[in-house]
T-cell receptor, first 110, second 113 residues
Framework: QKEVEQDPGPLSVPEGAIVSLNCTYSNSAFQYFMWYRQYSRKGPELLMYTYSSGNKEDGRFTAQVDKSSKYISLFIRDSQPSDSATYLCAMNEGAQKLVFGQGTRLTINP | ETGVTQSPTHLIKTRGQQVTLRCSSQSGHNTVSWYQQALGQGPQFIFQYYREEENGRGNFPPRFSGLQFPNYSSELNVNALELDDSALYLC????????????FGPGTRLTVT
């Protein structure tokens, strides 16, 4: 079993829709939870990070962490074609390595 | 503020050869981590360097080695290349060793034939 599971998609939604991306994990020592966006053939771009459980909002993006369920989510409101990318969740125990999910490929259709 | 840069962009090597990839960290960052990303997969941690010393390593064989220089730039060396080493190699920089806020470069795409 992988430490971090993420549905690879692909996920295709119309412009303006609310998008929900999710990851589950097995390691209860994870404390920091990140979401990265990666455009084709580019490096991952850090979108948001959250420490422990709770919600964090940044513009159209909201990250949620539920440590009791070992489940994290990223919501994108009013989705735009420019949001089309692969979204990677990543987690960390507070040192050294990030552990990534497989990534979800998202397409926003105009 | 200068972001993370990597060179070269693309590289084609033959099985059994050796390769060196380079990374310059973001201004103000003293920690560099290297990741391997196979096609359609998330990045896998190779190792991290902090103050010129290796500070943690993932499940990669010893033929993957690295260096960090006094200016915090870094190199990843891979010996005896195998076909499965074909991937996007990503460098990420951060401040300190907690590692959770890492900023990635554009990557080097390595193809082994």
């Amino acid at each position: 079993q992988k430490e971090v599971e993420q549905d690879p998609g692909p996920l295709s939604v119309p412009e303006g829709a609310i998008v929900s991306l999710n990851c589950t994990y097995s390691n209860s020592a994870f404390q920091y939870f990140m979401w990265y966006r990666q455009y084709s053939r580019k490096g991952p771009e850090l979108l948001m990070y959250t420490y422990s459980s709770g919600n964090k909002e940044d513009g159209r993006f909201t990250a949620q962490v539920d440590k009791s369920s070992k489940y994290i989510s990223l919501f994108i409101r009013d989705s735009q074609p420019s949001d089309s990318a692969t979204y990677l969740c990543a987690m960390n125990e507070g040192a050294q390595k990030l552990v990534f999910g497989q990534g979800t490929r998202l397409t926003i259709n105009p | 503020e200068t972001g993370v840069t990597q060179s070269p962009t693309h590289l084609i090597k033959t099985r059994g050869q050796q390769v060196t990839l380079r990374c310059s960290s973001q201004s103000g960052h003293n920690t560099v981590s290297w990741y391997q990303q196979a096609l359609g997969q998330g990045p896998q941690f190779i190792f991290q360097y902090y103050r010129e010393e290796e500070n943690g390593r993932g499940n990669f064989p010893p033929r993957f080695s690295g260096l960090q220089f006094p200016n915090y730039s870094s190199e990843l060396n891979v010996n005896a290349l195998e076909l499965d080493d074909s991937a996007l190699y990503l460098c990420a920089s951060s401040s300190g060793i907690t590692g959770y806020e890492q900023y990635f470069g554009p990557g080097t795409r390595l193809t082994v034939t």
